[in-house]
T-cell receptor, first 112, second 111 residues
Framework: RKEVEQDPGPFNVPEGATVAFNCTYS??????FFWYRQDCRKEPKLLMS???SGNEDGRFTAQLNRASQYISLLIRDSKLSDSATYLC?????????????FGRGTQLTVWP | SAVISQKPSRDICQRGTSLTIQCQVD?????MFWYRQQPGQSLTLIAT?????????ESGFVIDKFPISRPNLTFSTLTVSNMSPEDSSIYLC????????FGSGTRLTVV
């Protein structure tokens, strides 16, 4: 079983739509959680960290459910520029010296 | 967060040869990480490089194939040795800081 599993996608949505991505992780001891964005032929870039209380950054909302070992990312009012692959990432300890585990990513295409 | 300069950005190499990838960080970092991203796949950790000690390799990766140097706290190299077409991939370095920051990647094609 993979450490991190994500919706396979791809997701194709019109501009303005709301889209949600899900991710599950297998290690209950995982401590830090992130969503990364990776554009085609580019390196991954941090989109947002995910906290137990949930967090919001503009149109993006991340949720963490430790009991279910489940992470989500909600994108509201999708823009063309949101088209990318979204990677769910967890670490197996606190961020210092933590080992990252990556999901395979969910591809999002926003069309006009 | 740290800024990483990675090079080369891409290369096409003959099988049997070796390629060394460099990452320079604009600040001192304790650990640097090297990843591989094969086509259509997510990132897989190759090894963790600590300054002044041997790198720690993940299962499936060995030092003879992927030797790593870490001469100081701002620099590391990864060598892909005796390359075969199966080594065609994107290789990325990473450091911790505001989450984790990645170099821009090296797109390697082995022919």
């Amino acid at each position: 079983r993979k450490e991190v599993e994500q919706d396979p996608g791809p997701f194709n949505v019109p501009e303005g739509a709301t889209v949600a991505f899900n991710c599950t992780y297998s290690n209950s001891a995982s401590q830090s959680f992130f969503w990364y964005r990776q554009d085609c032929r580019k390196e991954p870039k941090l989109l947002m960290s995910v906290y137990s209380s949930g967090n919001e950054d503009g149109r993006f909302t991340a949720q963490l459910n430790r009991a279910s070992q489940y992470i989500s990312l909600l994108i509201r009012d999708s823009k063309l520029s949101d088209s990318a692959t979204y990677l769910c990432v967890v670490t197996d300890r606190g961020s210092t010296l933590g080992r990252l585990y990556f999901g395979r990513g969910t591809q999002l295409t926003v069309w006009p | 967060s740290a800024v990483i300069s990675q090079k080369p950005s891409r290369d096409i190499c003959q099988r049997g040869t070796s390629l060394t990838i460099q990452c320079q960080v604009d600040s001192q970092v304790t650990m640097m990480f090297w990843y591989r991203q094969q086509p259509g796949q997510s990132l897989t950790l190759i090894a963790t490089a600590n300054q002044g000690s041997e790198a720690t390799y993940e299962s499936g990766f060995v030092i003879d194939k992927f030797p790593i140097s870490r001469p100081n706290l701002t620099f590391s190299t990864l060598t892909v040795s005796n390359m075969s077409p199966e080594d065609s991939s994107i290789y990325l370095c990473s450091v911790e800081g505001n989450g984790y920051t990645f170099g821009s990647g090296t797109r390697l094609t082995v022919v």
